[in-house]
């Protein structure tokens, strides 16, 4: 079973915390750590924002949440609930920096897992690289049994050889075990005997049975989620218990902790360190459910949007649609070409569907091979972090573009907390002096040529995102947060000529504050392969009452039984064809909300097929006449309600205040919150390569009312990030301090 975002925008499930408590979200990113706190009510905020300590990821998050709870007068008792995310099981993955795994499985399949699939992502280059599979061939061991596909035992599990092979393991000096037998998906008897004799031989080695973390067919797959999975079991169980401890030691908070996985939900810390696999897309599954939270705020026809985050290290893009964020069964991690599908390592596991773009604040620019302009996917990271934050780095990074070009401002950046270096940034930029009129002009040039190879770069990939999910990006809005989103989310949208860029309050930390915008949930599934015209109701009825009786159990400790909820999906297909679709399955009225099995009768055939039709038609732009459907695989996700996060509008850093009555707000103008002008770089409308600095005007967001609107070119500035709208687009504030810049001239109708 795992945790599962399904549910989350039909109103699903929060994990319990204590009466009147506040929660806290608290963000790992590869530059920064943000921490959120919500009052019970989800109304009054407070935020902290602080360089991420890579060698120690928690000691950021310790020293974060204890200035903020010191700085607002909260004390640890007051707190209810606290929830995490971190892409340090990420890093891991890709850094090869987990055990010593060794890889069990059916005999005549040791090298499966290396051969992986047919499919070449790049059918013209003679160089292809794939990942190395986390288990070496060495250590990767194959016994006698074989279970079929329909359950018959071909040769039994023997049990003799299985257990000097784990002497072996031992004396090999091998850390971490992935068990992953042939069908062992539907027919786990032999991955379970396995798994009680490694138990009984080895205690100390950790251990993934791969019908545990995936029982879902193909083999490959769950062979490389459940390799993945062990390969950072042990890391996840001392960060994350090393954190729960110094929660309670170091700050005496006593709240649950419990962590955000990548398809948006909750899981708590137990099962968070079992299935680590489940936690490496974390921190951008929460932005997105922080956008999609916002859509859900809005009027119908209005909650389509695409989120764009970009902080110090990546930039993310996700398609939000009627407030729910796109999912998928599976990814990849630890690709070799970024956006080249079957490149990187697969994990079958639940996910919010996005895309990652190697550029964000610190992404370092450079010369490639043939002399043309590359900005990231290295990054300066926060150690030693852009030329401009004074630490010892000295290549050019977009933050020292963004410094140059005038978008921020150096005696407030982070609220002033940090003060950035303008001639060190000019100096990394051209490598020459920066005082010179001529080395001004040169820095200038070139910080011009990073922000738009960065803004080109995260707008393609946006677009490529869009249209694989059959989705015109030009006709969505962008909701842009993250350190970074904010400075380049006009030229993002300018480029894929978007209708209008949000700025939710405090962007800087939105990842942190959609922590605090999940679901606990636990979803389930199961392998049924058959056409919907003679689909076995009965069986699958049992299933799918046998997973939501198991998420119900799951959920028992967090969330109170009548308030429960499920979701059923199921992975669909036309016959003949080898891969699925998710669909969400049309419960009738009348269901029991937390067991969808009682619609699973034949009555149900007509209106499932129409919903793979309509899904698969959406994506794909056509469907098979006469074609017949076909079910893979069943999927249950339960969860309770959602938690409430309505914060009013920022009044400065720290708790949020509201702001003055409707009638002091109207009168008040945007003057009073002009904090001056200040020198920066307006580019020339799409498809122009050059552009002009001029004076463009400063605002103060904290004193921007609700009904103030103001036209752009403008930069407004908050303690996270900042704003910049660099050409025509007319300003509003909403009623929660979000800012909606509508692009174009004020004029002319976009």
Known sequence: MT????????????PTSAPGGWRIGADIGGTFTDIAMLDAAGRALAIEKLPTTPGAPDDAVIDGIGR????????????GLVVHGTTLFTNALIERRGAKTALITTEGFRDAIEIGREHRYDMYDLAMERPEPLAPRRLRFELAERVLADGTVRRPLDEAAARRLVRTLVDQGVEAVAVAFLHAYAWPAHEIAMGRILAEEAPSLAVTLSHDVAPEIREYERTST????VYVQRIAERYLGRLAARLSDDLGIGAPLYVMQSN?????????????????????AAGALAAAHWAGLQAPGARDLISFDMGGTTAKAAVIADARPLTAPDF??????????????????????????????????GRDGLGRLRVGPASAGAVPGPACYGKGGTRPTVTDADLVLGYLDPGFFAGGSMALDLAAARRSLTGGEDGASAGQAAAEAAAVAVARMADEAMAGA?????????????????????????????????ILRSPAVIYPAAAGVMSAIGFLAAPVAVDG???????VATLDWAAARAAVARLAAEGRAGLAGSVAAGAMCARLEADMHYVGQGYEIPVTVPLPDGIDPADPSAALTPALSAPLK????????ALYGHVVPDGAAAIAVWRVSVAGPMPPVAPTPPAGPGITAAYPSAATAAATAAATALKGHRRAFLPDPVGGAGGRFEEVPVYDRYTLAPGTEIAGPAIVEERESTAVIAGPAQISVEGDGTLIAVLGDPATPV
Request: charged share 20%.
């Open 525 to 531: 599934a199961v392998t049924m392969p058959s056409p």
């Open 68 to 79: 903020l709870i010191a700085r607002e007068g909260v004390t640890p008792a007051d707190i």
């Open 462 to 494: 946006a677009r490529l995102h869009a249209v694989e999910r059959g989705v015109d990006a030009g006709r969505l809005r962008l909701f842009a947060f993250g350190g970074a989103g904010p400075v380049h989310a006009w030229g993002v949208a300018r």
């Open 3 to 14: 945790e599962d975002v399904a549910g989350a925008r039909a109103g699903l499930g929060a």
């Open 264 to 284: 948006g939900a909750l899981a708590d810390v137990a099962r968070a360190a079992r299935f680590p696999v489940r936690l490496v897309e974390s921190g951008p």
């Open 332 to 365: 990849e991690v630890d690709r070799r070409y970024r956006f080249k599908k079957g490149s990187g390592l697969p994990v079958k596991t639940p996910v919010i569907e996005l895309i990652e773009i190697g550029t964000g604040g610190g992404s370092i620019a």
């Open 610 to 617: 129409a919903a793979f039709e309509h899904a698969y038609g």
């Open 226 to 229: 459940a390799l993945a999975n």
